[in-house]
């Protein structure tokens, strides 16, 4: 019963209307490093976004310079934020290192940067002065960050800025509904970015009833985003983004282009060209 169930919906999400399935999008979790930059050129990116219909896009990298090359490519289509790694080292070691906090500062100068992150951090380095004064820093500069992490270093970021914009990669750690529902209850200024978790969302391409039932009762808080966390990623972009539109289009209309577009473009509005 369940495969037939699965079958008809999925045969519903064909007959919804080309525009719906065809909405723009704000991809709220891009990712533009190295690796990526020996492969495809801006150009090439933007022709990835033009192809998705993706109308602007988060983007951070490892290290900066390919993100400020991106964004000076195409201003009007990229949002920069200022990664913290200067390679992939610094992605496990940064919450120790105390010269980061100088090094932000002085980045932030440039004054094209819309926010800072992805920060990895977990539960045991969530007391990290690093860390504190990295939230600090986001605090005084009025810049979201956005945080690949627990429960734990969520709770310790509005204990130290109760105000401070978040934008929560990946659902957290743990992506369950109603722990979710908890935090975004607690934190007002937390946003959650559904990036790599649309098996969990659409099992099988079919909306769970628990994650549709938390997109209503919070419709302005969830982000879209593929996460290009690798080359290989680049590759099957146009497939990530045909199954996220996919389980989109199973929302009414108005929450699915909040989720697709508007909650990011709002976040972001002061940017916006």
């Not at 195409?74 to 949002?79: D, G, K, L, P, S």
């Amino acid at each position: 019963m369940g495969r037939i169930i699965r079958s008809l919906l999925c045969a519903a999400v064909g007959l919804l209307p080309a525009e719906l399935l065809a909405q723009p999008l704000f991809d709220a979790h891009l990712h533009y490093s190295v690796e990526d930059a020996a492969r495809y050129a801006p150009a090439d990116i933007l022709t990835i976004l033009d192809r998705n219909g993706i109308r602007r896009a988060l983007v951070s990298g490892t290290p900066n310079v390919h993100t400020e090359a991106l964004y000076r490519h195409a201003q009007e289509r990229i949002v920069p934020f200022l990664g913290l790694y200067r390679d992939h080292d610094d992605k496990l070691s940064w919450p120790g290192d105390e010269t980061l906090p100088a090094r932000v500062e002085a980045a932030l100068e440039q004054g094209i940067w819309r926010g800072i992150g992805e920060l990895h951090i977990f539960a045991g380095q969530r007391h990290s002065p690093v860390f504190r004064r990295i939230v600090e820093i986001a605090a005084r500069e009025g810049l979201p960050l956005q945080v690949h992490g627990d429960p734990a270093v969520i709770d310790t970021l509005y204990d130290i800025a109760p105000q401070q914009p978040v934008i929560w990669a990946h659902a957290g750690a743990y992506p369950c509904p109603a722990l979710l529902a908890d935090y975004l209850r607690r934190y007002p200024a937390l946003r959650v970015d559904l990036s790599v978790r649309d098996g969990r969302i659409a099992p099988e391409g079919v909306l769970a009833e628990e994650w549709r039932l938390l997109f209503l009762d919070f419709p302005r808080r969830f982000l879209v985003g593929v996460d290009t966390f690798s080359v290989k990623r680049w590759e099957r972009f146009d497939g990530v983004v045909e199954t996220m539109r996919a389980w989109l289009a199973q929302l009414p209309p108005d929450l699915a282009r909040r989720l697709a577009h508007d909650n990011a473009a709002e976040l972001f509005a002061a940017d916006d060209p």
